[in-house]
């Protein structure tokens, strides 16, 4: 919000001017506002890790709708953006993994008899 300074048109990162950031200038800032935030490995992060970033927080989302998040992303098939996911693959993510830990909930709760 303080980037935007009230804007409500416009380029969302652009310069003094008005005109839009070129591609060098948005890695610049991209890994400047990364190191102010913190955030580890900083040097190494750019536009592309950022949308990456993005579309995995977003399909973690509960209800999330991958054709809102394909739009977004501006890809032309689902299976591109699933493949954006960071997450994928992850066991505390897989409906198995839900299935197995319930299953073993159960097998380890004590019995009502």
């Not at 501006?74 to 953006?81: E, K, N, P």
């Given at each position: 919000?303080?980037?935007l300074d009230g804007r409500r048109e416009g380029f969302l990162f652009q310069t003094a001017s008005g005109k839009p950031l070129d591609e060098p200038q948005v890695w610049r800032l991209v890994r400047s506002l990364a190191k102010r935030a913190g955030l580890p490995q900083a040097d190494s992060i750019h536009p592309h890790v950022v949308k990456?970033?993005?579309?995995?927080h977003a399909l973690a989302r509960p209800g999330a709708r991958v054709d809102k998040i394909q739009d977004w992303a501006d890809?032309?098939?689902?299976r591109t953006t699933s493949r954006y996911n960071r997450r994928r693959g992850l066991l505390d993510d897989s409906p198995g993994y839900d299935l197995g830990s319930d299953l073993a909930g159960a097998l380890t709760a004590p019995s009502g008899k």
């Amino acid at each position: 919000m303080t980037h935007l300074d009230g804007r409500r048109e416009g380029f969302l990162f652009q310069t003094a001017s008005g005109k839009p950031l070129d591609e060098p200038q948005v890695w610049r800032l991209v890994r400047s506002l990364a190191k102010r935030a913190g955030l580890p490995q900083a040097d190494s992060i750019h536009p592309h890790v950022v949308k990456h970033n993005a579309i995995t927080h977003a399909l973690a989302r509960p209800g999330a709708r991958v054709d809102k998040i394909q739009d977004w992303a501006d890809h032309q098939d689902a299976r591109t953006t699933s493949r954006y996911n960071r997450r994928r693959g992850l066991l505390d993510d897989s409906p198995g993994y839900d299935l197995g830990s319930d299953l073993a909930g159960a097998l380890t709760a004590p019995s009502g008899k």
